[in-house]
């Protein structure tokens, strides 16, 4: 049974103080025996060095260990989406042309491509290797429920954590905040903290936090003042293949779920499906009957860019949809195993700020902001956080300055 979020932080909060802290000059192989509270509240005892990481996330844990410059003790990672470097994406046009998409990439992968060729422990709603593991001598497990491997806090998770401390591994365990009945960003941000503990990067971490939440702060001291009645319909719709070949139309995402957090809680719009859960297939019908005031849509076995609705020949009856006529459609960025919330979060927030409220965030440029954006949270030149931006099939947003 999940609880709530800020009820588990709470009691993490009051806990989670390391036994004992590294020196912030040692090397991890110089580190003492200590422990560290983790997402669940269980105190895990921690080896004397910390050299040898494996990791069962979907880039969440990995993108916060590149912003600590950690890393390089990665020993082996467990989902595919970090070990592909060229994602490709297209649908079809009228007549036999198509639109294609290439080069799509995990922010993490562009930043170390190295991490591709890393052994892989685990893959979606499967057991872990475990033999890979122990070969791989790690000094520490962590992972984080809530991405594909297996989204729900199951009886799979809490055998899977048992079998690989039975090999002599230590298992830190995140939880995202898409694992609780109430999800929120405080969650996220306690991950963040945690692992700042574990790689005695306590102070780097509480800088991240603070950047995150001023991007967050940005956009809802904008739109806090605006009244209930006033608030934008805005249907998160995925346009997945698979829902086609299901019958449907596309997925919609709804109630209780991270996504209808941030849009309705920070950009203060109403998400058009009211229905509780993640990825509800929808038909051409339903969808129309919702009647959105605009569109967001995020990765959904694969990417789906605004264009995709206007000028695929199989969604030619949603565009009778008035979000689709007056082209408030916007695209959030592609985020491969799209299971859970990663460091760039804030950008779906801007997006879906940006297609609810267009005049209160006319000021923002968002390819500009991008930009700033990575830099920010990864330390990178400008030229790479373009890149960032590219891989992310965000370019798209060039094209819309006026």
């Known amino acids: 049974m999940r609880i709530n979020g800020r009820m588990i932080v709470l009691l993490v909060i009051l806990i989670a103080t390391p036994i004992c802290s590294h020196a912030a000059d040692s090397k991890p192989s110089q580190t003492?025996?200590?422990?560290?509270?983790?997402?669940?509240?269980?105190?895990?005892?921690?080896?004397?060095?910390?050299?040898?990481?494996?990791?069962?996330?979907?880039?969440?844990?990995?993108?916060?260990?590149?912003?600590?410059?950690?890393?390089?003790?990665?020993?082996?990672?467990?989902?595919?989406?970090?070990?592909?470097?060229?994602?490709?994406f297209s649908f079809p046009l009228e007549g036999e042309q198509t639109r294609d998409y290439a080069q799509g990439m995990h922010?993490?992968?562009?930043?170390?491509?190295?991490?591709?060729?890393?052994?892989?422990?685990?893959?979606?709603?499967?057991?872990?290797?475990?033999?890979?593991?122990?070969?791989?001598?790690?000094?520490?497990?962590?992972?984080?429920?809530?991405?594909?491997?297996?989204?729900?806090?199951?009886?799979?998770?809490?055998?899977?954590?048992?079998?690989?401390?039975?090999?002599?591994?230590?298992?830190?365990?995140?939880?995202?905040?898409?694992?609780?009945?109430a999800p929120d960003l405080a969650t996220l941000y306690n991950e963040i903290e945690i692992l700042g503990q574990l790689f005695d990067r306590e102070e780097k971490a509480a800088t991240l936090v603070r950047y995150l939440r001023a991007q967050v702060d940005t956009v809802s001291r904008r739109t806090g003042s605006i009244p209930e009645a006033r608030r934008t319909r805005v249907l998160l719709l995925g346009l997945s293949p698979k829902s086609r070949e299901a019958g449907g139309a596309g997925v919609a995402v709804g109630r209780g779920t991270t996504d209808t957090f941030l849009l309705e809680h920070i950009v203060r719009g109403?998400?058009?499906?009211?229905?509780?859960?993640?990825?509800?297939?929808?038909?051409?019908?339903?969808?129309?009957?919702?009647?959105?005031?605009?569109?967001?849509?995020?990765?959904?076995?694969?990417?789906?860019?605004?264009?995709?609705?206007?000028?695929?020949?199989?969604?030619?009856?949603?565009?009778?949809?008035?979000?689709?006529?007056?082209?408030?459609?916007?695209?959030?960025?592609?985020?491969?195993?799209?299971?859970?919330?990663?460091?760039?979060?804030?950008?779906?927030?801007?997006?879906?700020?940006?297609?609810?409220?267009?005049?209160?965030?006319?000021?923002?440029?968002?390819?500009?902001?991008l930009i700033d954006f990575y830099r920010k949270v990864y330390g990178v030149d400008e030229k790479t956080a373009k890149r960032l931006r590219a891989v992310q099939w965000m370019d798209w947003t060039l094209s819309i300055r006026e």
């Open 32 to 88: 003492n025996l200590c422990s560290i509270v983790d997402s669940r509240g269980v105190r895990v005892t921690l080896p004397p060095g910390i050299d040898r990481v494996v990791t069962i996330s979907d880039g969440f844990i990995e993108g916060v260990m590149t912003v600590f410059g950690v890393q390089k003790r990665l020993v082996g990672v467990g989902s595919s989406c970090l070990t592909q470097k060229d994602y490709r």
């Open 107 to 181: 922010t993490v992968t562009l930043l170390n491509p190295w991490i591709a060729d890393l052994p892989l422990i685990a893959v979606w709603n499967s057991a872990p290797n475990y033999e890979k593991i122990a070969s791989l001598n790690p000094d520490l497990a962590i992972i984080r429920v809530g991405s594909c491997w297996h989204w729900r806090d199951d009886d799979q998770v809490a055998k899977s954590i048992r079998m690989i401390e039975s090999l002599g591994i230590p298992v830190v365990v995140l939880k995202s905040p898409n694992t609780y009945d």
């Open 270 to 369: 109403v998400n058009a499906f009211q229905e509780s859960g993640n990825f509800k297939v929808l038909g051409t019908e339903q969808i129309l009957a919702l009647a959105p005031d605009a569109i967001v849509l995020p990765t959904a076995w694969g990417y789906h860019p605004p264009q995709e609705l206007y000028e695929a020949p199989y969604y030619a009856d949603l565009r009778q949809m008035a979000a689709v006529k007056n082209r408030r459609v916007a695209a959030l960025p592609f985020t491969p195993c799209n299971c859970d919330k990663r460091l760039e979060y804030p950008i779906d927030i801007m997006v879906m700020a940006k297609a609810a409220y267009p005049d209160r965030f006319a000021d923002i440029d968002l390819a500009d902001w």
